[in-house]
């Protein structure tokens, strides 16, 4: 495994689930930064125990934590510029001829409301949500990374994904 491949292949991987716990961009960009660095760095210590994907979420998932514990300290009120609602790139997304213009609309639509509901749960059902249901990990997996056990893996799921089914509700109920 090269540093080339590593950050050609799984850059992409890392930035989505660091953005998925973290809720913003600019951590999830410094927690991808931070994790590829280190991942280059200790790659000759990859002792292959598990595959490397299980090894790079474990590193990743460590990574966004402790930003997150970092953040916490720190805690400052931040300003957001109410243009980050708009696409992420500043440039108008040109939908494939293959899809209608309505039906691509609609699943961004779609996305957005995902990513905006996986956005407002708390931090401590959202981490297990992403790993569980995003990233499909194992429960026991799950635990090991997050410190927890089975059983509150399996709890803090079900909580999530009654969250999650409430936040989607108003949006996906048949209007009568």
Known sequence: MTPDLVFRDYAP?????????LGNDADAE?????????????LDTFRGESAFPTWLHRVTV?????????RATREQHVVHDPLE???????????????RPEQA??????????EDAIAQ?????????VLADVEGLPNNEIGEMLGLSVPAVKSRLHRARLLMRDALAPHFEEVA
């Open 13 to 21: 991987r890392v930035y989505n689930l660091a953005r998925r716990m």
């Open 30 to 42: 410094d927690v991808t930064q931070d994790v590829l660095l280190q991942v280059v760095r200790k």
């Open 62 to 70: 460590n990574a966004a934590l402790a930003n997150r514990r970092k």
């Open 85 to 99: 609602h708009f696409l992420e790139n500043g440039h108008p997304h040109h939908a494939p001829w293959s899809v």
């Open 105 to 114: 609309a609609l699943d961004r639509e779609t996305h957005q409301l995902i």
């Open 121 to 129: 749960m708390p931090e401590i059902y959202r981490d297990v949500y």
